[in-house]
């Protein structure tokens, strides 16, 4: 029998609908029915591609005897925390705040107002590995609330008062300079493998945005260990585990500290993310293999992450059938099967396929030879070597797709399609491929479609319905989508929608009295407290994220007050930027943003024509992190108040480069070699 969840859209919870537990949504429904019973609450808290989310409903929430004792003695409330950041935020201060410690799947106990009293993480239904019995669990915690009440509301007051502490903001007014820079790429640099790239030992997360700081560290200072600490992580992980080698993009992260062993969910946020990086990696270095994996890892989201009318999908699951990484691994014979004994061999080699196996009996594809070396040792042309082993991925891929395919979480979430939007469209336009443009367009044109109602941005789409206001992240990310898909497209409305969301964003989002940006617009539901989390984690904040938007709008439309609001956000982050470096990432590249005297381009040209697309490659060969891009189509003319462009024209019919830094503008030019000299100085 059905519980309350089947009402529901998120594949996360729908998963959940079938359990014995009496589970509600997160809502006023349940909140009532805690009061009125007198009951605490139990919240479970996880997403659809979490490995122990699964393992705990397995051995927990599927139990009888347990969901009796949860039915009994709790009022249950499952959530999608990647559909309501802000209760996820939340209480997982609370549980970091109680263990030092947090992760999913979630667990916390309420007081019937929402108070956290108690929590952790993944509980087993026995005692375990130093993890105490579920049922244990919910037996004294239930006898605490009835027996002890005083003693666990003055917790909660307790808790409430350390939460209040745990985030890193201020207000200073003193200039922001260099020096946080500095002291930054100090601490990453402490931090760094300097023998299989990354931070730390194990786990190992791909933390883009911390690569990002660093190639624009690089460009900034000129320092080449910057450089070095992104290509050897870069190389690393393209060439590990945690890189889909048969059918390209990343999976979560490396349970090791050589990226081989991943955890093996995709995360459409991360894909989207690590596109960007290795785009922004070619540009610099123009190493073919960071070229290969954008256009692999695009490929799949293409092929696997993205909907009917353009848009993009959540996660795919890490489990099939029951079984982490499954549908990912192989055995040596299996490959010889498909591909023949001589090929088969080859591609084992190549991939470290062995009868030992590097998972639980089973191979995990990586890279350990660079292809000259592997052909000149195999008697083979390097440039055969490549053509055999696309041949064979593809074989192989064509294979994999008959085993049971991982489980697809295929709602769609404004933030991270606007991420995935932005990178569909620096490929378009970095890598001049039109089927990438042409899929930002669709995604763009779908998330404006369906997910903005009445100016008003929504944060998540399944089955044609639409529902609950967007935070503060579904705003910024679109922002930066759109504005990226303008540079592809000449779109003049997309860019004209995007600062649109931004005065809104400004208007739900940023508090006055604190100078920062919360996370849930002033007319949300009431909490226990209005997050705002300005750390960079898998995501950039969204607070990170709309001050960079806002720096770059305010140079496009002239509009001081978006960057007087952008620069106070900036300087209450300085101590997160300074301290916590790796937990700052997109801070620190829209640091280095204001900072810099960003070139203001503008073309005005016949969208697609010869001579737009010539000024197009001259700008977007290069790495130019510090800049805004307009592109005007004078037979669109919708844009043409914006005073990057305004009274701008093109010069004797031919498409012509405005660049402009610090109030002065260079001379109008219509020749990419000129633009080139322009743009290098």
């Known amino acids: 029998m059905a519980n309350r969840l089947i009402k529901e859209t998120s594949p996360y919870l729908l998963q959940h609908a079938y359990n014995p537990v009496d589970w509600y949504p997160w809502g006023q429904e349940a909140l009532d029915a805690a009061r009125t019973q007198d009951k605490p609450i139990l919240l479970s808290v996880g997403y ?72 952790g993480t993944y509980f087993p239904p026995e005692d375990r590995g130093g993890l105490p019995a579920f049922p244990r669990v919910l037996t004294a915690l239930a006898s605490a609330y009835k027996d002890d009440r005083d003693e666990v509301l003055a917790n909660t007051d307790r808790l409430l008062g350390q939460m209040g502490k745990m985030s890193i903001t201020s207000t200073g007014s003193e200039p922001l300079d ?28 791909p933390q883009p945005m911390t690569y990002e700081f660093l190639l624009r560290y690089h460009l900034t200072k000129g320092d080449k260990k910057a450089l070095e600490m992104v290509e050897l992580t870069l190389d690393k992980m393209a060439l590990g585990g945690i890189y889909d080698q048969i059918g390209g993009g990343f999976h979560r992260y490396s349970t090791d500290n050589i990226w081989l062993v991943p955890h093996f969910e995709k995360m459409l946020y991360d894909n989207a993310l690590l596109v960007s990086l290795y785009l922004h990696a070619y540009q610099t270095t123009r190493k073919p293999l960071y070229k290969k994996v954008v256009e692999e890892t695009l490929d799949y989201v293409t092929r696997e992450m993205t909907g009917p009318n353009g848009e993009f999908y959540s996660a795919q699951d890490a489990d099939t059938e029951g079984v982490e990484g499954k549908y990912f691994v192989w055995r040596p014979e299996e490959i010889i099967e498909i591909l023949g004994k001589e090929k088969g061999e080859l591609v084992n080699r190549y991939f470290g396929i062995t009868k030992r196996g590097n998972f639980e009996g089973h191979s995990i594809l990586y890279v350990n030879t660079e292809v000259s070396e592997f052909a000149r040792k195999a008697g083979i042309d390097p440039k055969d070597l490549i053509k055999l082993l696309d041949r064979a991925k593809d074989e192989l891929l ?18 991270w399609n606007g991420l995935m939007l932005s990178a569909f469209a620096e490929a378009g336009a970095i890598l001049n491929n039109e089927s990438y443009v042409d899929a930002a367009n669709q995604s763009a044109e779908f998330v ?60 739900l989002f940023w508090s006055e009295v604190d100078g920062q940006f919360y996370d849930t617009g002033h007319d949300h539901e009431e909490m226990l407290v209005r997050p705002r989390d300005i750390t960079d984690n898998a995501i950039p904040s969204g607070s ?19 960057g007087k609001h952008a620069e106070k956000a900036l300087k209450g982050a300085r101590e997160l930027m300074e301290r916590i470096p790796s937990g700052a990432g997109h801070w620190l590249c829209t640091l280095d943003y204001y900072l810099s005297t960003p070139k203001e381009i503008a073309i005005i040209g016949h969208y697609k024509s010869e001579d737009t697309n010539a000024l197009l ?19 669109e003319n919708t844009i043409s108040d914006i005073p990057l462009v305004r009274d701008k024209r093109m010069l004797d019919e031919n498409a012509t480069a405005y660049v402009c830094k610090n109030y002065a503008c260079e001379m109008p030019v219509s020749k990419p070699e000129q633009l080139a000299s322009q743009l290098s100085t």
């Open 48 to 119: 659809s591609a979490c490995h122990w989310c699964h393992v705990m409903e397995r051995e927990c929430f599927e139990n009888n005897d347990i969901a009796n004792l949860m039915n009994q003695n709790f009022i249950c409330i499952k959530v999608d925390r990647e559909e309501r950041p802000d209760v996820d935020s939340i209480y997982m201060s609370a549980v970091q705040a109680m263990t030092g410690s947090g992760g999913w799947p979630m667990t916390v106990f309420l007081t019937p107002d929402s108070k956290p009293f108690y929590g």
């Open 178 to 205: 260099i020096t946080t820079m500095e002291t930054a790429f100090k601490g990453l640099k402490s931090q760094f493998d300097d023998k299989h790239g990354g931070t730390g030992l194990q786990p190992k997360f």
């Open 398 to 415: 064509g294979a994999r797709r008959k085993r049971t395919i991982p489980g697809l979480d295929d709602k769609t979430l404004t933030a």
């Open 448 to 507: 404006l479609q369906n997910l903005v109602r009445d100016g008003r941005v929504l944060r998540t789409y399944k089955n044609r319905e639409s529902k609950l206001n967007g935070y503060l992240e579904d705003y910024a990310f679109l922002i930066q989508g759109l504005i990226s898909a303008h540079e592809a497209t000449f779109n003049g409305s997309l860019l004209k929608e995007a600062v649109t969301l931004a005065e809104g964003m400004l208007n």
């Open 544 to 562: 990170s994220m709309a001050t960079d938007v806002l720096l770059k709008l305010s140079l496009i439309t002239g509009n001081k007050e978006f």
């Open 617 to 635: 490659k001259e700008i977007f060969s290069h790495y130019l992190p510090n800049r805004i891009f307009i592109g005007s189509d004078p037979r």
